[in-house]
């Protein structure tokens, strides 16, 4: 029906938006370049399933919220040891409202001294993907995609990761 809005781009009624951080790590990779980690979701029946995103999640109780619960979602997402790393908060990026989960996201930016050793928590992560920021600055290529999904024609950006893209909300955090 036209105007109608799809069931995925609407908030649950009377539900508030909950709170949610991802950590954008930068690290000096191969020859100094900059680095980005980014996560591969598993695939299956859970929210995002198989898609590229970063390590995060939403707040807990006694999180330090943003900061605490995205340094928290990547060392249980990715095993990220901030202190061996060398990982220093450097800001956050703009709140992303994510709809069809019922989110607002905080990107928090960071940088670690070096690579850090990362080992992916199999029930949140299928693959830890480690992306050069060269990928995502405004010069990088961008991907127009179009899809259906729940019966919807979608078109939509997406930046290429290798085999995957990345879409939606990392998209978004990516784009800022």
Same mark, same amino acid.
């Given at each position: 029906?036209?105007?109608?809005?799809?069931?995925?781009?609407?908030l649950r009624a009377g539900e508030?938006?909950?709170?949610?951080?991802?950590?954008?790590? %930068?690290?000096?990779?191969?020859?100094?370049?900059?680095?980005?980690?980014? %996560?591969?979701?598993?695939?299956?029946?859970?929210?995002?399933?198989?898609?590229?995103?970063?390590?995060?999640?939403?707040?807990?109780?006694?999180?330090?919220?943003?900061?605490? /619960?995205?340094?928290?979602?990547?060392?249980?997402?990715?095993?990220?040891?901030?202190?061996?790393?060398?990982v220093e908060v450097i800001g956050?990026?703009? /709140?992303?409202?994510?709809?069809?989960?019922?989110?607002?996201?905080?990107? %928090?930016?960071?940088?670690?001294?070096?690579?850090?050793?990362?080992?992916?928590?199999?029930?949140?992560?299928?693959?830890?993907?480690?992306?050069?920021?060269?990928?995502?600055?405004?010069?990088?290529? %961008?991907?127009?995609?179009?899809?259906?999904?729940?019966?919807?024609?979608?078109?939509?950006?997406?930046?290429?990761?290798?085999?995957?893209?990345?879409?939606?909300?990392p998209a978004r955090v990516l784009?800022?």
């Amino acid at each position: 029906e036209p105007g109608e809005v799809p069931p995925w781009a609407r908030l649950r009624a009377g539900e508030p938006a909950r709170n949610a951080a991802v950590l954008g790590l %930068i690290y000096p990779g191969a020859n100094r370049e900059a680095h980005l980690v980014l %996560i591969e979701r598993p695939a299956g029946d859970h929210r995002h399933a198989g898609q590229v995103s970063f390590p995060g999640g939403a707040v807990e109780a006694g999180d330090d919220f943003p900061v605490g /619960t995205a340094l928290r979602e990547a060392a249980e997402e990715v095993g990220l040891d901030a202190q061996a790393a060398g990982v220093e908060v450097i800001g956050r990026l703009g /709140t992303v409202d994510v709809r069809v989960s019922g989110f607002l996201l905080v990107p %928090i930016v960071a940088v670690a001294a070096h690579e850090p050793a990362l080992t992916p928590d199999p029930r949140a992560v299928a693959a830890i993907l480690r992306v050069p920021v060269r990928h995502f600055l405004p010069q990088a290529p %961008i991907e127009i995609v179009e899809a259906e999904r729940d019966g919807w024609r979608l078109r939509y950006g997406a930046f290429p990761v290798g085999e995957h893209r990345s879409w939606g909300a990392p998209a978004r955090v990516l784009g800022q």
